[in-house]
């Protein structure tokens, strides 16, 4: 982890929370000042499973994993954090430690706020505190959702799933390269390894994508709809 100081303020912060919008000048100015602005290299923890839960980190670039110690060898990932997501929020305000890690698949930046800054709004500032509370309750169902979503389907309909959600919601482009490993992949739709190899070795064969290395392409994203809402 790298702290870095940026030329911009939280004003005018071109990644800036919509949650800051009811925010007063002072309270603006407060974030600004107590903040840090920090760089993490792909395969850095960002927030540790039961580390003190000092700070909300916000993410403005890369992504994340959300998982959990199963066991000495396996994780449990629970989901993907994307730019523009606050990581700690299932547990900050309920927990004095972290329930789960978040793990850095690229390259990433975030923005870290003292957790006593945000309460000391919160207690000032009713429409910021209801955002809050709106944005938790948003992070909670997307996470509910979609292990809904993968645990009713196939083992076809989730790896179908997880490549059309990087294509279309994190990359927004058929050509991407895959930000986490053939296991991790597994550990987030919850097959075993050698599932995750065996299906993606038959859309290729399929010509519904092709593979070079990390590099994935789709090239026939209806068919890949197909499976995923077949389930």
């Given at each position: 982890?790298?702290?870095?100081?940026?030329?911009?303020?939280?004003?005018?912060?071109?990644?800036?929370?919509?949650?800051?919008?009811?925010?007063?000048?002072?309270?603006?100015?407060?974030?600004?000042?107590?903040?840090?602005?920090?760089?993490?290299?792909?395969?850095?923890v960002i927030c540790?499973?039961?580390?003190?839960?000092?700070?909300?980190?916000?993410?403005?670039?890369?992504?994340?994993?959300?998982?959990?110690?199963?066991?000495?060898?396996?994780?449990?990932?629970?989901?993907?954090?994307?730019?523009?997501?606050f990581i700690g929020?299932?547990?900050?305000?309920?927990?004095?430690?972290?329930?789960?890690?978040?793990?850095?698949?690229?390259?990433?930046?975030?923005?870290?706020?003292?957790?006593?800054?945000?309460?000391?709004?919160?207690?000032?500032?009713?429409?910021?505190?209801?955002?809050?509370?709106?944005?938790?309750?948003?992070?909670?169902?997307?996470?509910?959702?979609?292990?809904?979503?993968?645990?009713?389907?196939?083992?076809?309909?989730?790896?179908?799933?997880?490549?059309?959600?990087?294509?279309?919601?994190?990359?927004?482009?058929?050509?991407?390269?895959?930000?986490?490993?053939?296991?991790?992949?597994?550990?987030?739709?919850?097959?075993?390894?050698?599932?995750?190899?065996?299906?993606?070795?038959?859309?290729?064969?399929?010509?519904?994508i092709d593979i070079?290395?990390?590099?994935?392409?789709?090239?026939?994203?209806?068919?890949?709809?197909?499976?995923?809402?077949?389930?």
């Amino acid at each position: 982890m790298e702290i870095i100081t940026t030329s911009y303020d939280c004003m005018n912060c071109p990644f800036k929370s919509k949650l800051y919008l009811d925010l007063t000048a002072d309270e603006m100015q407060m974030i600004d000042k107590n903040r840090k602005e920090l760089i993490f290299k792909k395969g850095e923890v960002i927030c540790g499973e039961g580390d003190d839960l000092e700070n909300l980190i916000y993410l403005t670039k890369g992504l994340g994993k959300l998982h959990k110690k199963e066991s000495f060898k396996t994780d449990q990932i629970f989901n993907i954090v994307v730019p523009y997501d606050f990581i700690g929020f299932l547990s900050i305000f309920s927990e004095t430690n972290s329930k789960y890690s978040v793990t850095a698949i690229e390259d990433s930046v975030a923005c870290a706020v003292p957790v006593d800054i945000i309460k000391k709004i919160i207690l000032s500032n009713g429409n910021f505190a209801m955002k809050i509370i709106e944005n938790m309750s948003k992070v909670t169902d997307d996470i509910l959702e979609t292990r809904f979503k993968l645990n009713k389907k196939h083992l076809r309909g989730r790896i179908a799933y997880i490549i059309l959600f990087l294509a279309k919601e994190v990359y927004k482009d058929n050509v991407f390269i895959m930000p986490i490993s053939r296991k991790e992949i597994a550990e987030l739709i919850n097959m075993t390894t050698e599932n995750v190899i065996r299906i993606l070795s038959e859309f290729r064969k399929d010509n519904i994508i092709d593979i070079d290395g990390k590099i994935i392409k789709v090239i026939d994203s209806i068919m890949l709809q197909k499976i995923c809402e077949a389930g």
